[in-house]
Nanobody, 123 residues
Framework: QVQLGESGGGLVQAGGSLRLSCVAS????????MGWFRQAPGKEREFVAA????????DFADSVKGRFTISRDNGKNKVYLEMNSLKPEDTAVYYC????????????????WGQGTQVTVSS
């Protein structure tokens, strides 16, 4: 079993920046892709970004392209989401996800999910 724990959420003004972190613990042997999803109250969970093990592939939702950056540190079993130029519509609970198959992460079918961290962007 792999546990994912997100941190770094908080309240930020529109135009500001925030960096989310996710650490994987437990049985983390092997390679795995990681990603981020978000969900606003009453709305469907949506894909934000994903990155493969070697950091040679990544994808971003159209709504965050050019503003968000995903990176990872495999030695620390961590993935990061750098969020810049934040907008009120970015307000959501952000979830970390992981899977051995990259496309599974992108599709929202990861085997492992974190508990989420709240990001609130004020206008």
């Amino acid at each position: 079993q792999v546990q994912l724990g997100e941190s770094g959420g908080g309240l930020v003004q529109a135009g500001g920046s925030l960096r989310l972190s996710c650490v994987a613990s437990g049985r983390t042997a092997g390679t795995y892709a990681m990603g981020w999803f978000r969900q606003a109250p009453g709305k469907e969970r949506e894909f934000v970004a994903a990155i493969n093990w070697s950091a040679t592939r990544s994808d971003f939702a159209d709504s965050v392209k050019g503003r968000f950056t995903i990176s990872r540190d495999n030695g620390k079993n961590k993935v990061y989401l750098e969020m810049n130029s934040l907008k009120p519509e970015d307000t959501a609970v952000y979830y970390c996800a992981a899977s051995s198959i990259y496309d599974t992460v992108v599709a929202g079918k990861s085997n492992y999910w974190g508990q989420g961290t709240q990001v609130t962007v004020s206008s």
